[in-house]
Nanobody
């Protein structure tokens, strides 16, 4: 069982940066694959990025490659999403997710635990 809480969302101009954090509870955090998903108004939730237990393997959606970086600090029970060169189309609620496996999967159904989400708004 993992409890997740996101933070770091806000309003930023196009081209700017934000760093999202996801604080996790539970002694087994380091054994969970972590991911970020997002959902824009009137759109389905989509995969953003995922990171394996050790942080050695990551996966990123094509739409964010070269701009977003996922990382984790197991000592702090925290996963991050550094977002650079933000675009208006990045506007969405960003949610942190966890699964008890070592594969950084990309589908919503593969994740068992979810945070409440944090709003990111990018103005043009």
């Amino acid at each position: 069982q993992v409890q997740l809480v996101e933070s770091g969302g806000g309003l930023v101009q196009a081209g700017g940066s934000l760093r999202l954090s996801c604080a996790a509870s539970g002694r087994t955090f380091s054994t969970y694959t972590m991911a970020w998903f997002r959902q824009a108004p009137e759109k389905e939730r989509e995969f953003v990025a995922a990171i394996s237990w050790t942080g050695g393997r990551t996966r990123d959606a094509d739409s964010v490659k070269g701009r977003f970086t996922i990382s984790r600090d197991n000592a702090k029970n925290t996963v991050y999403l550094q977002m650079n060169s933000l675009k208006p189309e990045d506007t969405a609620v960003y949610s942190c997710a966890a699964r008890s496996g070592n594969l950084p999967r990309t589908m919503e159904k593969d994740y068992d635990y979810w945070g409440p989400g944090t709003q990111v708004t990018v103005s043009s």
